[in-house]
């Protein structure tokens, strides 16, 4: 294993997947308010439970949260009933995108323990904040924004706009786009995708590769300058499915030092799973089995983090047994050291991984 140097003493999280803005959009979660408060407010049959909040992240010590940008065609298939709100030209794609974009202004204005991170500046200050001798009511939450499919791009020269508003990480793909074929379906980067990446490198914004096409994630890692990882991506073997990795995949991601983000959701933590199983067959352990994998894969601890994607729109019973809330998270501390990894270990992979790309992509500020 990769020799690591993180403090134990000093572990937070860094989460590379919650869906915060697009489920107040959706769903009209309240961010601040404890998810199991807003569970006792609405308990609609088949609607997805409240499972993450600021207050809930915090107690896990998410110190560092990556918010999406998500916005569904209206042609996506299997919408949900409680997906209210879709586009059907990318200028709708624009204005849902933009609505999520001020919600995290807006959380960031209204709340001082919230902070948006766009610069390096803001990700140090926000670190200071999380040292062992600060009190807990002290502390900050770094919401780092996320365009989860590129769509709301209008055209690639128009992403800068987009960074001034305050987004530093893209993944080109969710559903397919008019840059990017998606997980599962043919094709690969198409020539406005290149142009993306273009102009991403030139102001070195985090690519996120995650449900892009196999052919078009190959494109991308082959000819993108800049950082990258899979913010959500886990590996195939434990789940036959075109959103998850291959080993080629993984090897591919590590020689370009990325970092594999590992999600909560059992249908990819355990491999004969159905969704009619109990929620205590799936455990933490399988979601550390899932970071050994990539760990063993690679050769080092170095490559793989936190993705949770617990707000994903997942029954209940889809996450791991003693995951209720985001607040549990930090079980996933133990569970690492249960697993055999050393205490810096689990540290570079609770947020140390993640953080090495966020801090590479970021300008000084």
Known sequence: MKRVTNSASNTVIVDAQQNIAFNAQQLGLDYASWAWRQRAKDSTPGKPPAVTSLRDNMLARVAIVFGSLQVLSESTPGLASWQRYTYRTAADARQLALWQMDFYRRL???????????????????RQTWRDETEIDKRVQGLVVKMKGAEPVAEPKQLEEWLEYGIRVVAPAWYPTRYSASAGVDGGLTL?????????????????ISAMSESAAADALETYEGAIIASHSNPRYFHDDPRCLS??????????????????????LRRDWHPNDRKRQVTA???VEAVDYVCQLTGSVAHVGLGSDIDGGYPYHALPAAIDTSSDLWQLNRALR????SGAEAAEILGGNMLRKLEESLPDG
């Open 192 to 208: 406005l995708g290149y142009e993306l990446l273009d102009v991403m490198a030139g102001y070195n914004v985090l690519l996120d």
């Open 285 to 287: 352990s399988h979601w």
């Open 247 to 268: 080993d080629e995949q993984i090897h591919r991601i590590a020689e370009r030092d990325g970092v594999i983000g590992i999600m909560m959701y059992n249908r990819f």
């Open 338 to 341: 249960d697993g055999g990894f």
């Open 108 to 126: 960031a204005d209204e709340h001082d323990r919230i902070r948006l991170i766009q610069t390096r500046e803001d990700l140090d200050q926000v």
